[in-house]
T-cell receptor, first 114, second 114 residues
């Protein structure tokens, strides 16, 4: 079975803290994604990566960065957390080959910034 | 630019009634279209997708959707709702070879009344 694992399901962090959200996939997928989910806004793409050490900005990259040192791992970093980054964060992966391929999602990480 | 509009943020049906969730998209090239379902506190699971070929697509749990190019629509239907169908549903579009990036609609929460 396809598996995308987000190591932290629920986090509470203080304003200004550096936050790491970790994601691992076991399907040898080339593509990995970080989305943010907010009520009424659906899912919005933060960053994505098509290869190791490669990253591209999505629609809402401000305040975030990412790291992909290994093919199976894609980390989302909040350099200085703010309350408006309180949200659900979803990691996803897909094989190479274009937009017809299914994207597989992790269970999500609920982040609260206080 | 691509976009997806889901009509109705909340839909309520009675058990056994028809489920109809509406999705319209905007795309400059032939799109790939997806429906995902999200149960409470979980990630997203693929229900079905349209890439090419037959415009009526069947998915899991008895759902189906029809791609109508002339109407730029991809509505999701199920003939008879079950209590277990209560969840949030997301329509998404991916353009051609954009590496699998998905643009999501705002989501529709489906409630099923006994």
């Amino acid at each position: 079975d396809v598996k995308v694992t987000q190591s932290s399901r629920y986090l509470v962090k203080r304003t200004g803290e550096k936050v790491f959200l970790e994601c691992v996939q076991d399907m040898d997928h080339e593509n990995m994604f970080w989305y943010r989910q907010d009520p009424g806004l659906g899912l919005r793409l933060i960053y994505f990566s098509y290869d190791v050490k490669m990253k591209e900005k999505g629609d809402i990259p401000e305040g975030y960065s990412v790291s992909r040192e290994k093919k199976e791992r894609f980390s989302l970093i909040l350099e200085s957390a703010s309350t408006n980054q309180t949200s659900m964060y979803l990691c996803a992966s897909s094989p190479a080959g274009g937009g017809r391929n299914t994207i597989y999602f992790g269970e999500g990480s609920w982040l609260t910034v206080v | 630019a691509q976009s997806v509009t889901q009509l109705g943020s909340h839909v309520s049906v009675s058990e056994g009634a028809l489920v109809l969730l509406r999705c319209n998209y905007s795309s400059s090239v032939p799109p790939y279209l997806f429906w995902y379902v999200q149960y409470p506190n979980q990630g997203l699971q693929l229900l079905l997708k349209y890439t090419t070929g037959a415009t009526l697509v069947k998915g899991i749990n008895g759902f189906e959707a029809e791609f109508k190019k002339s109407e730029t629509s991809f509505h999701l239907t199920k003939p008879s709702a079950h209590m277990s169908d209560a969840a949030e549903y997301f329509c998404a579009v991916s353009e051609g070879d954009q590496g699998g990036k998905l643009i999501f609609g705002q989501g529709t929460e489906l409630s099923v009344k006994p």
